[in-house]
């Protein structure tokens, strides 16, 4: 069975950091593309950033130079770095397992059950 | 402001038939497939639709999807109360490469 466990949320200051973690369980991670997929309170999915099976890593706007995503294959574990954190970044953070990029689409088929990350003074 | 345009809420009474409608340009739906999520109150989004028409296994028939140009739809025949829940549409944005939502649509079985 598909499972993937996110940790690593809290409460932080502006300009802070935190990493989040996602552990993965039923699949092998580094076989799979995986992205990370926010909601601020109260609003709509906000696509975050993706690490390709190969590597490759690539980040919405609104994260870029701020957020670096990470895996530790040995650990079947995904991260999320994060800094220089700003009140917009407020949000549920999701980790994904993706499928069909590069052909159709890409669509998120298995989810975690997010970590909430709040930045507040 | 969405990228993907939804209407902010949508309803119906049971065993109605409901659509919900997402509005897009030729950079993302125009020439990209579109996935619908639904999200209940608290929980994270589950995959509901994908590649505009398919259902992942354990989503019932009563689910399914269209697209025609820039515009999809998502619909739900014999609405049930358990179908009340946030829904929303994606697809992959060929300007910015990256994958683009809808703002969500709040259904109400009343």
């Known amino acids: 069975e598909v499972q993937l466990v996110e940790s690593g949320g809290g409460l932080v200051q502006p300009g802070g950091s935190l990493r989040l973690s996602c552990a993965a369980s039923g699949f092998i991670l580094r076989n799979n593309f995986m992205s990370w997929v926010r909601q601020a309170p109260g609003k709509g999915l906000e696509w975050v950033s993706v690490i390709y099976s190969g590597g490759r890593r690539d980040y919405g706007d609104s994260v870029k130079g701020r957020f670096t995503a990470s895996r530790d294959d040995s650990k079947n574990t995904l991260y999320l770095q994060m800094n220089s954190l700003r009140t917009e970044d407020t949000a549920v953070y999701y980790c994904?397992?993706?499928?069909?990029?590069?052909?159709?689409?890409?669509?998120?088929?298995?989810w975690g059950q997010g970590t909430l990350v709040t930045v507040s003074s | 402001q969405s990228v993907l345009t939804q209407p902010p809420s949508a309803s119906g009474t049971p065993g109605q038939r409901v659509s919900i409608s997402c509005s897009g340009s030729t950079s993302n739906i125009g020439l990209n497939t579109v996935n619908w999520y639904q999200q209940f109150p608290g929980t994270a989004p589950r995959l509901l639709i994908y590649k505009n028409t398919q259902r992942p296994s354990g989503v019932p028939d009563r689910f399914s999807g269209s697209k025609s140009g820039t515009s999809a739809s998502l619909a739900i025949s014999g609405l049930q109360s358990d179908d009340e829940a946030d829904y929303y549409c994606?697809?992959?944005?060929?300007?910015?490469?990256?994958?683009?939502f809808g703002g969500g649509t709040k259904l109400t079985v009343l």
């Open positions: 994606a697809a992959w944005d060929t300007g910015p490469d990256v994958v683009v």
């Open positions: 994904v397992r993706e499928s069909g990029r590069g052909v159709v689409s890409p669509y998120f088929d298995y």
